[in-house]
Nanobody, 124 residues
Framework: QVYLEESGGGSVQAGESLTLSCVVT????????FGWFRRAPGKDQEFVAA????????FYANTAKGRFAISRDNTKNTVFLQMNNLMPEDTAVYYC?????????????????WGQGTQVTISS
């Protein structure tokens, strides 16, 4: 079993930045790829970013490219999502998820373990 706990959400103005963290316990951290997903009010869940076990493979949604950066610290069992130049349309609950294996993917169905989410609210 893999346990994930997100933090770092909050309410900020458009153009500002936030860094989300996801602390992982219960499994060997480096065995897993991780992803960030989000769900905005009234919308389906969508992929944001993913990172492979080594950090060498990364994927981003088009809406995240150039503004968001995913990273991981294998010594601290933590995954990060640095979000810059935030916009009101980024408002959502952000979820960290762990893949069963080490290869990053944008497919939510591949992620077996999910955190509870952290709220991000961007005002204009």
């Amino acid at each position: 079993q893999v346990y994930l706990e997100e933090s770092g959400g909050g309410s900020v103005q458009a153009g500002e930045s936030l860094t989300l963290s996801c602390v992982v316990t219960g499994s060997t951290f480096s065995d897993h790829a991780f992803g960030w997903f989000r769900r905005a009010p009234g919308k389906d869940q969508e992929f944001v970013a993913a990172i492979s076990w080594s950090g060498g493979g990364k994927f981003y949604a088009n809406t995240a490219k150039g503004r968001f950066a995913i990273s991981r610290d294998n010594t601290k069992n933590t995954v990060f999502l640095q979000m810059n130049n935030l916009m009101p349309e980024d408002t959502a609950v952000y979820y960290c998820a762990a893949d069963r294996g080490p290869i990053a993917t944008i497919d939510a169905g591949r992620y077996a373990y999910w955190g509870q989410g952290t709220q991000v609210t961007i005002s204009s």
